[in-house]
């Protein structure tokens, strides 16, 4: 049973692979975290009552740990040793340029230098890419390669998997973006790449081929590392996490994608959920974005361009027309008209070349499932293509049945929006706001094997950090990973769908970065984001501890304002205080909430410190009581050890005070039993085998996974195959 951890592209299909070398299936991957760092020989004797468990990895920078091989079983008595404390399956993970470097403030960073009268472009910083390789052969970054390991194949050639149906571009993509010096040019163009090859062909790896990615990385003394990679678990606690928890301790700046699981609030997945990691999410650089407007209606309706299609200048009104889902049959009378058709069956790009052919003048694909949806197409084609939510989609076609229905397209420049993709925070059990910032992720043209593409994803959105942080490491080499971390978020530009109204803090952070400002800032506040904890009975006064460094040459002023008033809340201020040139002061900010008045189960936005000429924005969050956030994530099952046995794995991020496994017929949802219940569960990870007894009957079932606290119960549905001939 293998947890998915997928390259964070919402353009690519990638498959599961199997951890190399390959497991039996009655045997399992876990990582055992230890409570205190141990020698390899007290790591062999406390396994040396364990025959049947085998050492496969030793930790000891990344984590106080090691991977193992063995039965569930097994695993499960060692876990009980006095000497561990946490066992964690090893999961399966899948690999998830010029405009948006402008829009991040990064060509203007290119006219500024560093003490030694360098220009800043990324010299002498060196970034680990922790993802499915590179191409060190391609023109723009064969001068920044400077070697790299293969955890996938433990060697030190990390080239990007090139076996047809299996090939890889994820890593080459992610790399160009931070440090491409050729025909496009990274962020940060003269940083040199470590590349660590831990996610194989089809972009599949896992769990411990990562860990031992982030080892070796930490090994190598790198100063940032990439990880646009994850899972869809909103735990804080899974070893990803904790392990890039560890790099930024040793001095490493982390950079993980928050996931591309939005537009949901509780989708950021680990590692995008480490806490002292930069977690972001992605917004959309300058776009030319078009519009439909339909005769008699004031509404416009948005259309998402497809990458690859042509400008939707469209200089009249065009007639709509039913395209069906594209093929060539459903375009018989389309010419000249403005063609809508459904999303699926076939693709993109042959939906937009059939109606090309057949003389019509743009495309409107709509989405078979709810909600919007970014596409694609494979070769740029002649002809707008674009994509619509399957609501709008189908009013237009309730319409076009109707009645006939002209429509004209305006098209106007936007920018700094959320992408709806983006995974949202909060995380889980700790509350904190995730991802930490935001940056360009659609539509990103960098480098991949033999050329170029314009790919888009949180994968995209890291890499733009990474580099920054290559830019402001160069410029501040003293300056510790809070420090970089904090530059980027207390000078971030807060961003929101419309004017005037702003993102909440967990969905962007502290905001679209600015690295330009970043490198230039006075003054810097840490924590940069504020988590004042969970309501109690006993306490309705929440602290925060804050400390202010005044990083000018000149004495500076401080003082924080009076946020809007909100009823129920109420907030303690130290009063206004000078910095001299270098010094650092740690005030306390406190909240104050009386829950017989404030209703709102979480409350958030931004504190606002004028710091001398400059403003400076502290996102902050507050959780008045257990919040909505699902119950239940993460379930896997598969064979056990013994003929007729099977077994499970799932993930609850605050425990249960009631789970169960409930079982339907898929063919008319008839209630069959449960699989299995447990009440007053703990938070964490849940694994438990399945006996014989508890099996139903040999079939196919549909699956209902719910857990529920808190009077709150979600749940996962799924399909499942029993099969007792192995008996």
């Known amino acids: 049973m293998k947890w998915l951890i997928s390259i964070l592209l919402t353009l690519q299909t990638t498959s599961t692979i199997l951890v190399h070398p390959p497991i039996p299936e009655t ?88 003490d030694n009268n360098q220009r800043l472009s990324g010299k ?19 001068n920044n390669y400077i070697g790299g390991h293969d955890l996938v194949d433990n060697d030190t050639d990390p080239m990007e998997t090139l076996a047809v149906g299996k090939a890889t571009i994820h890593g080459t993509h ?51 590392v990439n990880l646009s990679l994850g899972n869809e678990i909103n735990g804080p ?13 040793k001095g490493i700046v982390a950079v ?15 590692p995008g959920t480490a806490s002292k990691a930069i977690s972001v999410g992605a917004s959309t650089p300058r776009m030319e974005i078009p519009s439909i407007l339909i005769e008699g209606s004031r509404k416009p309706i948005r259309i998402q361009p497809m990458d690859g299609s042509s400008d939707w200048g469209l200089d009249r009104s065009l007639q709509l027309a039913n395209g069906g889902i594209g093929r060539k049959e459903d375009l018989q009378n389309v010419q000249g008209k403005l063609v809508l058709m459904k999303r699926g069956t076939i693709t993109f790009t042959e939906k937009a070349k059939n109606a090309f052919e057949a003389g019509a003048k743009a495309v409107l694909i709509y989405n078979n499932l709810s909600g919007n949806f970014l596409g694609n197409l494979e070769t740029p084609l002649n002809i707008p293509v674009g ?58 043209n960098s480098t991949i094997p033999g050329g170029y593409l314009s790919l888009q994803g949180t994968s995209m959105a890291a890499p733009h950090v990474a580099g920054a942080c290559a830019l402001i490491k160069q410029a501040h080499p003293d300056w510790t990973p809070t420090q970089i971390k904090a530059a980027l978020m207390n000078t971030a530009k807060p961003i929101g769908p419309v004017p005037n109204t702003l993102y909440r803090t967990y969905e962007q952070g502290a905001g679209r970065i600015q690295v330009d400002e970043a490198i230039q800032t006075a003054s810097l506040v840490t924590p940069s984001s504020l988590r004042f904890g969970k309501y109690n009975d006993e306490n309705n006064s929440h602290k925060a501890i804050v400390k202010i460094e005044n990083q000018s040459g000149k004495a500076e002023r401080y003082s924080f304002q009076i946020p809007h008033q909100v009823e129920g809340v109420s907030w303690r201020f130290p009063l206004s205080f000078t910095l001299k040139s270098g010094e650092s002061k740690e005030v306390s900010v406190e909240l104050q909430i009386d829950p017989h008045v404030f209703n709102r189960k979480i409350h958030d936005g931004f504190l606002q410190l004028q710091a001398g000429s400059k403003q400076i924005q502290i996102p902050y969050l507050y959780v008045l009581e257990e919040p909505g956030y699902p119950r239940v994530m993460g379930f896997d ?27 339907f017929n898929p063919e008319d949802y008839r209630f069959i039993g449960y699989l299995d219940t447990i009440t007053n569960v703990k938070k964490g990870q849940l694994r438990k085998i399945i006996t014989k007894e508890q099996l139903p009957a040999s079939g196919t079932y549909l699956v209902k996974v719910f857990a529920k606290k808190a009077g709150k119960e979600d749940f996962i549905e799924t399909m499942i195959t029993v099969d007792h001939r192995d008996e």
């Open 256 to 270: 993980a994608a928050s996931g591309n699981s939005g537009p949901n609030v509780w989708t950021v997945g680990s």
């Open 174 to 224: 992610v790399a160009g973006i931070i440090a491409a010096n050729g025909k496009i040019k990274g962020v940060a163009p003269d940083a040199k790449i470590l590349a660590y090859r831990a996610l194989g062909p089809g972009g599949g790896g896992t769990t411990e081929q990562v860990l031992a990615a982030i080892e070796q990385a930490i090994k190598d003394k790198v100063d940032i």
């Open 637 to 663: 099952f598969a064979y056990g050890d013994r003929p007729g046995e099977y077994r499970y794995e799932v993930y609850l991020p605050g425990g249960a005070e009631e789970f169960g496994i409930a079982l």
């Open 124 to 142: 002498g910083i060196t970034v680990g890419v922790i993802d499915t390789g590179v191409d060190y052969t391609h023109p723009d970054l064969k």
């Open 27 to 114: 045997t399992k991957v876990a990582i055992v975290i230890l409570k205190q760092p141990q020698s390899e020989q007290e790591i062999k004797r406390l396994l040396g009552d364990y025959r049947e468990i085998k050492l496969r990895r030793i930790f000891h920078e990344a984590l106080d740990g090691f991977s193992i091989e063995g039965s569930p079983e097994a695993i499960a008595k060692l876990s009980k040793q006095e000497q561990t404390l946490t066992v964690s399956p090893v999961a399966s993970y899948q690999a998830e340029t010029e405009e948006s470097v402008k829009i991040i403030g990064g060509e203007e960073v290119r006219r500024y230098f560093d």
């Open 237 to 249: 606690d899974l070893p990803i996490s904790l392990a890039l928890n560890r790099a930024v301790d």
């Open 387 to 444: 994509a619509l939510a399957k609501t709008d989609g189908m009013l237009l076609q309730k319409k076009i049945s109707q009645q006939s229905v002209s429509a004209r397209v305006a098209v106007r420049e936007e920018r700094d929006r959320l992408a709806d993709f983006s995974s949202r925070g909060p995380v889980t059990g700790s509350w904190e706001i995730k991802p930490d910032i935001v940056a360009p992720g659609v539509a990103i």
